[in-house]
């Protein structure tokens, strides 16, 4: 079955950087395109960063364009997500998702099948 495991979080002040990492099993991990998401308290899970099986093609949320970065290494079955100058209002618990399909990108939770049990982050200002 997919599993995938997301580390890398933690506490942090406003303008530190973290990298999280998804480790993924159970999968043709390079067939897929992978997305990671945040949820906040009280709010619902947003799209954060997407990046296609190739690794050629790159989405972001504009709340997060210019600081994050999404990148993969097939060879390890992860994906990353670099977050720099990071801010309070990142402060969310983070997931890294695939789609049901090979070769298919979505910024869409709602397109997303296997979910990894997430990883905190918390930004002080």
């Known amino acids: 079955q997919v599993q995938l495991v997301e580390s890398g979080g933690g506490l942090v002040q406003a303008g530190d950087s973290l990298r999280l990492s998804c480790a993924a099993s159970?999968?043709?991990?390079?067939?897929?395109?992978m997305g990671w998401f945040r949820q906040a308290p009280g709010k619902e899970r947003e799209f954060v960063a997407a990046?296609?099986?190739?690794?050629?093609?790159?989405y972001y949320a504009e709340s997060v364009k210019g600081r994050f970065t999404i990148s993969r290494d097939n060879a390890k079955n992860t994906v990353y997500l670099q977050m720099n100058s990071l801010e309070p209002e990142d402060t969310a618990n983070y997931y890294c998702?695939?789609?049901?399909?090979?070769?298919?990108?979505?910024?869409?939770?709602?397109?997303?099948?296997?979910w990894g049990q997430g990883t905190q982050i918390t930004v002080s200002s």
């Open positions: 990046i296609s099986w190739s690794g050629l093609k790159k």
């Open positions: 998702a695939a789609p049901p399909r090979t070769y298919s990108t979505s910024t869409s939770p709602e397109e997303y099948d296997y």
């Open positions: 159970g999968l043709s991990f390079s067939s897929y395109a």
